[in-house]
């Protein structure tokens, strides 16, 4: 069972920058595709960024590419999502999902593919 954590989340202005981490307990993390997703209130979770257990691909949602960035240390076992350019429709829950990696290469972008989820963290973005 793989456990995930969140953190990084809060208030901030238009244009303004977070940066989320996701903490794990699972000691073979480098076996794992990793991704964030985000809910926004009386809507669905969709998917925003993945990344390969060898960090080599990634994979965006449109509404987020060349703003967001995502990224692993797979040393201290966290991924982390840099969000810049922050608009008031990426207000939402930030949550991180794993996936266990049938290749180093995989990226997973359905949220059916991933099996392990965090709590989420709560990200606000003001106009």
């Known amino acids: 069972q793989v456990q995930l954590v969140e953190s990084g989340g809060g208030l901030v202005q238009a244009g303004g920058s977070l940066r989320l981490s996701c903490a794990a307990s699972?000691?073979?993390?480098?076996?794992?595709?990793m991704g964030w997703f985000r809910q926004a209130p009386g809507k669905e979770r969709e998917f925003v960024a993945a990344?390969?257990?060898?960090?080599?691909?990634?994979y965006y949602a449109e509404s987020v590419k060349g703003r967001f960035t995502i990224s692993r240390d797979n040393a201290k076992n966290t991924v982390y999502l840099q969000m810049n350019s922050l608009k008031p429709e990426d207000t939402a829950v930030y949550y991180c999902?794993?996936?266990?990696?049938?290749?180093?290469?995989?990226?997973?972008?359905?949220?059916?593919?991933?099996?392990?989820w965090g709590r989420g963290t709560q990200v606000i973005v003001s106009s």
């Open positions: 999902a794993a996936a266990p990696a049938s290749g180093a290469y995989r990226v997973a972008v359905q949220t059916t593919e991933y099996p392990y």
């Open positions: 699972e000691r073979t993390f480098s076996s794992y595709a």
């Open positions: 990344i390969s257990g060898n960090k080599i691909n990634t």
